[in-house]
């Protein structure tokens, strides 16, 4: 990239690519003096990151208990100037039976195909399936504030952007 600085249409761009070709999103959480990350699968789908998890895993009971995560989205980099990403803060929710369920798993289906081959032929993976078959539930992270760096446009750059 050039010297000059991306429009924020631009910056979108590049965040919103980056999220659709990355399948892994690394959670933060953290209770008293003790972080914790943790890397999900995930589909980006309306304004949301959703993926599958253990209700008791360490990362869901922590956010659940501060009310409060982030979340990075980044590609593997050989080099310093090739690291980019996507930063967030935000808060993650249990996904209910309902519409937004049944869209957002079956953009998670499409990302993920493989994961048909869980199930029988003829089954239907929907919310109830998933979470009898791994004992996981579906969830949203939510952002509340996304930066979007690149070490490409320049050393250290970060600018707040909004995904679409």
Do not use: C
């Amino acid at each position: 990239m050039g010297t000059t600085e991306p429009s924020d249409r631009e910056l979108t761009s590049l965040a919103m690519d980056l999220v659709g070709r990355e399948s892994t999103m690394a959670l933060a959480t953290a209770v008293g003096n003790a972080a914790w990350a943790a890397p999900v699968y995930f589909v980006f789908h309306g304004s949301a990151f959703y993926f599958f998890s253990d209700p008791k895993s360490r990362h869901i009971e922590e956010a659940r208990e501060s009310g409060q995560a982030s979340a990075t989205v980044y590609p593997h980099a050989d080099t310093w100037r090739e690291i980019r990403g996507i930063q967030m803060s935000g808060r993650i929710e249990n996904i209910s039976p309902g519409l937004e369920a049944v869209r957002s798993i079956r953009a998670y289906l499409q990302k993920f195909p493989f994961t048909r081959e869980f199930f029988n032929p003829g089954d239907s993976p929907d919310l109830e399936s998933f979470g009898k078959r791994f004992n996981v539930r579906f969830y949203a992270f939510r952002p509340q504030v996304v930066y979007y760096l690149d070490n490409r446009i320049q050393f250290g750059f970060r600018k707040e952007v909004r995904l679409a």
